[in-house]
């Protein structure tokens, strides 16, 4: 069994789709593609400090992930938000933060 398989399935979930946002790169792209509503990839990398095939790479993570969707396009593909899945994983990182947040504790310090 390997150590993640412990914990509940939502937490996995939830860490799964930390690991993806994780990366001020991939972050970008998300930003990037909710301020334009969609673009091409080669506009991505235009706009991302970093190579086509770095910022190919991200693409890829974030497309793996479901957050993007992409839409071949002769010899381009078009990349737009992918919002059912952007959704479910706000509610969860919404429900997991609710938790702690909320949560009553003392903290005693022995001084």
């Known amino acids: 069994m390997i ?5 509940d399935s939502e937490l996995r979930q939830l860490a799964a789709f930390s690991r993806v946002i994780s990366h001020p790169a991939r972050l970008a792209i998300l ?38 969707q992409g ?5 381009r593909i078009n990349y737009c938000l992918n919002k059912t899945e952007i959704e479910s994983g706000y509610k969860k990182f919404k429900k997991f933060f609710s938790i702690i947040r909320n949560a009553e504790v003392i903290c005693k310090t022995d001084n």
């Open 31 to 68: 930003k990037y593609l909710a301020e334009t509503r969609n673009c091409v990839s080669g506009d991505i990398s235009d706009f991302i400090p970093l190579s086509r095939t770095t910022v190919s790479q991200h693409l890829k993570e974030l497309r793996s992930a479901g957050l993007i």
């Open 71 to 75: 839409e071949i396009d002769g010899t």
């Open 3 to 7: 150590k993640a398989e412990k914990f």
